[in-house]
């Protein structure tokens, strides 16, 4: 590896998936404001919005999300094309 192209400031951080309130700590260098208190430690935080806890590949569940009768509103616009 290259000498003085990696970050030197990691530190551990706590992820917070919303969608869930799963959380969980790892090493990184990601720049935070925030903080949040697990086990009597702070941590910063940094929010997910989808985690492996909460995506459709990992947990095996799939949701499907229509905002604003998207679906119909394609089939209305394409129907003219179907035999």
Not at 2 to 18: L, Q, S, T
Not at 28 to 47: A, H, M, N, Q, R
């Amino acid at each position: 590896m290259k000498k003085g192209i990696h970050p030197e400031n990691y530190r551990m951080v706590v992820f917070k998936d919303m969608s869930n309130e799963d959380v969980f700590i790892t090493r990184s260098t990601v720049d935070t404001k925030e903080t949040i208190e697990v086990d009597g430690v702070e941590y910063p935080l940094v929010k997910l919005e989808i985690s492996r806890t909460s995506h459709p590949f990992y947990t095996g569940k799939s949701k499907l999300v229509d905002t604003a009768g998207r679906i119909d509103k394609f089939k209305n616009k394409y129907s003219k094309f179907s035999k």
